[in-house]
């Protein structure tokens, strides 16, 4: 249980920058926007913001706190204060296991678009139906898929995360600007303000149980949160840095990511297909290049986007094996090499098949939906929320939140104190069960919501 022998991260900056760079990646630029539109645009972006601002807020210090006080990975944290849960470690472990290999499937589309835009094919993605016949084959999006996935898996083995952390810490702030910059010119497409309004006037009659489910598991999802990421980052933080104004620094820089990714996105795809803004997970890669053709240097600009969201993504896919290698090697006691081997080739089996799953698996659906959802719902609406209760139930009522807020309080006050433990005894626990009971009852047709 001592720190001694974990390196740690230089000052509160090196901290912040380092679980951003784990935190801001295609949650943010691919995953929100589609949501927002989805599921009722300002009510959506309501929701989020409100469960940042609590749920978020209260879960992050929870899981930064253990992993500082006890110095250890998730599995190790819950065992060490409380043998009986365990299991929430294991739970949560399972659930970079999950995503890492879709999320490197996604992060292959946006290598496909970096190279169609490199090699003088920007006007062709905006074509109708180039998306659709791009996931829908079979050979190239695997090659995509393989490429990230395996540089993934060479920065993680070779141990040069470092050199790509530094270099994002350039990198997103130029997102940044970017993104305002894009999203500026797609509000003032002819069209796109009754985007605009969508996304930012919330409609009262579009709030539903699944809006709050699905801002929930975004939130999780976009703030690495319910799957241990955050307790190892916490277990590399120095006892002096400030706890809880890093996390509020952290999710106010992740949520101004995904709410300017939504601006650009969501108001291009009123200009361009009058309010169809259904098209789930393909929103950006539909809207984003039909932005491009329409913008001056369109080519130039939309290479530069999509090479500063591949290096967000790579930040965070390099997390997620990192995650998964290292509980290989703690748990099944192997070397680092053979786990990075072992990890490389489960997520290639795991993601050809959501990568096969738009083309030749088509047909084959898990509970009505194509393999990449399937692996998104499981892990954002079911286990993280589960994850997300039993933290609370841990934190609450068995290690006490006064464990997490003497661990917060060791350089100054907290001063979220009271709304920290209203929400992680009560409120959290609480709208977590309502969600989970009632959209079990409703995918078994009991309710409908
Ligand atoms: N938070 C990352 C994103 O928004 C995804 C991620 C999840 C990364 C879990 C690491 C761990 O893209």
């Given at each position: 249980?001592?720190?001694?022998?974990?390196?740690?991260?230089?000052?509160?900056?090196?901290?912040?920058?380092?679980?951003?760079?784990?935190?801001?990646?295609?949650?943010?630029?691919?995953?929100?926007?589609?949501?927002?539109?989805?599921?009722?645009?300002?009510?959506?972006?309501?929701?989020?913001?409100?469960?940042?601002?609590?749920?978020?807020?209260?879960?992050?210090?929870?899981?930064?706190?253990?992993?500082?006080?006890?110095?250890?990975?998730?599995?190790?944290?819950?065992?060490?204060?409380?043998?009986?849960?365990?299991?929430?470690?294991?739970?949560?472990?399972?659930?970079?296991?999950?995503?890492?290999?879709?999320?490197?499937?996604?992060?292959?589309?946006?290598?496909?678009?970096?190279?169609?835009?490199?090699?003088?094919?920007?006007?062709?993605?905006?074509?109708?139906?180039?998306?659709?016949?791009?996931?829908?084959?079979?050979?190239?999006?695997?090659?995509?898929?393989?490429?990230?996935?395996?540089?993934?898996?060479?920065?993680?083995?070779?141990?040069?995360?470092?050199?790509?952390?530094?270099?994002?810490?350039?990198?997103?702030?130029?997102?940044?600007?970017?993104?305002?910059?894009?999203?500026?010119?797609?509000?003032?497409?002819?069209?796109?303000?009754?985007?605009?309004?969508?996304?930012?006037?919330?409609?009262?009659?579009?709030?539903?149980?699944?809006?709050?489910?699905?801002?929930?598991?975004?939130?999780?999802?976009?703030?690495?949160?319910?799957?241990?990421?955050?307790?190892?980052?916490?277990?590399?933080?120095?006892?002096?840095?400030?706890?809880?104004?890093?996390?509020s620094q952290i999710e106010i820089f992740d949520t101004a990511i995904a709410f300017l990714a939504g601006l650009m996105i969501i108001p291009a795809a009123y200009a361009f297909s009058g309010g169809d803004v259904g098209k789930g997970p393909s929103l950006m890669f539909v809207a984003l290049p039909q932005v491009f053709k329409q913008m001056p240097m369109g080519t130039f600009i939309g290479i530069a986007f999509f090479v500063l969201v591949l290096f967000a993504a790579l930040t965070s896919s390099i997390s997620l094996f990192e995650t998964v290698v290292s509980i290989v090697c703690d748990k099944m006691k192997m070397g680092r090499k053979l786990a990075c081997l072992i990890v490389f080739i489960f997520s290639l089996l795991l993601g050809a098949l959501s990568s096969l799953g738009y083309g030749p698996l088509a047909e084959v659906t898990v509970i009505g939906m194509q393999f990449l959802d399937f692996f998104d719902f499981i892990s954002n609406s079911v286990i993280m929320p589960i994850v997300a209760l039993l933290t609370c139930i841990f934190v609450g009522y068995i290690i006490k939140p006064q464990a997490v807020i003497s661990e917060v309080e060791l350089n100054g006050e907290f001063k979220r104190k009271k709304l920290f433990t209203a929400i992680i005894k009560y409120v959290a626990p609480i709208c977590i069960v309502l969600i989970l009971i009632s959209s079990v009852l409703s995918a078994f047709g009991i309710i409908t919501l």
């Amino acid at each position: 249980m001592s720190n001694e022998n974990r390196s740690s991260f230089t000052g509160k900056l090196g901290f912040v920058l380092a679980a951003a760079g784990s935190a801001v990646g295609l949650g943010n630029i691919w995953r929100f926007p589609y949501l927002a539109a989805e599921y009722g645009g300002g009510i959506f972006l309501l929701v989020y913001i409100i469960l940042a601002l609590t749920f978020g807020f209260a879960l992050m210090t929870a899981e930064i706190a253990i992993g500082r006080k006890t110095g250890l990975s998730a599995i190790g944290a819950f065992n060490s204060l409380n043998k009986k849960f365990t299991f929430v470690g294991w739970l949560a472990a399972i659930v970079p296991v999950i995503i890492l290999p879709y999320y490197s499937v996604i992060g292959g589309w946006v290598m496909k678009y970096l190279w169609a835009f490199m090699s003088g094919d920007a006007v062709a993605t905006a074509g109708d139906g180039y998306f659709g016949g791009f996931i829908g084959a079979t050979g190239e999006p695997l090659f995509w898929f393989f490429i990230f996935i395996a540089i993934t898996a060479l920065v993680v083995l070779f141990g040069v995360e470092k050199g790509i952390e530094k270099v994002s810490k350039i990198m997103m702030p130029i997102l940044v600007v970017l993104t305002i910059i894009i999203a500026i010119y797609s509000i003032c497409l002819p069209g796109a303000l009754e985007g605009v309004k969508y996304y930012l006037l919330p409609d009262f009659s579009k709030f539903s149980v699944k809006t709050v489910l699905a801002a929930m598991g975004q939130l999780f999802y976009s703030m690495s949160l319910a799957m241990g990421i955050m307790i190892t980052y916490g277990s590399y933080m120095k006892k002096d840095t400030n706890l809880e104004s890093s996390v509020s620094q952290i999710e106010i820089f992740d949520t101004a990511i995904a709410f300017l990714a939504g601006l650009m996105i969501i108001p291009a795809a009123y200009a361009f297909s009058g309010g169809d803004v259904g098209k789930g997970p393909s929103l950006m890669f539909v809207a984003l290049p039909q932005v491009f053709k329409q913008m001056p240097m369109g080519t130039f600009i939309g290479i530069a986007f999509f090479v500063l969201v591949l290096f967000a993504a790579l930040t965070s896919s390099i997390s997620l094996f990192e995650t998964v290698v290292s509980i290989v090697c703690d748990k099944m006691k192997m070397g680092r090499k053979l786990a990075c081997l072992i990890v490389f080739i489960f997520s290639l089996l795991l993601g050809a098949l959501s990568s096969l799953g738009y083309g030749p698996l088509a047909e084959v659906t898990v509970i009505g939906m194509q393999f990449l959802d399937f692996f998104d719902f499981i892990s954002n609406s079911v286990i993280m929320p589960i994850v997300a209760l039993l933290t609370c139930i841990f934190v609450g009522y068995i290690i006490k939140p006064q464990a997490v807020i003497s661990e917060v309080e060791l350089n100054g006050e907290f001063k979220r104190k009271k709304l920290f433990t209203a929400i992680i005894k009560y409120v959290a626990p609480i709208c977590i069960v309502l969600i989970l009971i009632s959209s079990v009852l409703s995918a078994f047709g009991i309710i409908t919501l």
